[in-house]
């Protein structure tokens, strides 16, 4: 992993293909920064907890996650198949 520092803020590469960054969704304080893991075939946004206080529960929520990715993996993959089965709602 490395690390670079632009004119955006702090860019984390995790591999070649796959980037952590920190973004600004607005300038005042109703509009935190989230957090955006960008890869060659997805792009996850996290949007960090208001209280400083809630850091622990969001990280437990992130290492789940992240041990539970094949299942989520299968569910996504399931419900786009369902899609494709069923009739567009529109043609009806």
């Not at 607005?26 to 792009?43: E, I, K, N």
């Amino acid at each position: 992993m490395t690390a670079t520092r632009d004119g955006l803020g702090l860019r984390l590469t995790v591999c070649s293909d796959t980037e952590v960054t920190v973004e600004e969704t607005g300038p005042g304080a109703s509009c935190p920064p989230v957090l955006v893991l960008a890869g060659r075939h997805c792009v996850v946004t996290l949007r960090p907890p208001e209280n400083q206080n809630a850091w622990n529960g969001c990280a437990a929520f992130l290492r789940r996650l992240r041990d539970h990715a094949d299942e989520l993996a299968a569910l996504l993959e399931a419900l786009l198949e369902a899609r494709a089965e069923r009739p567009d709602r529109a043609d009806t």
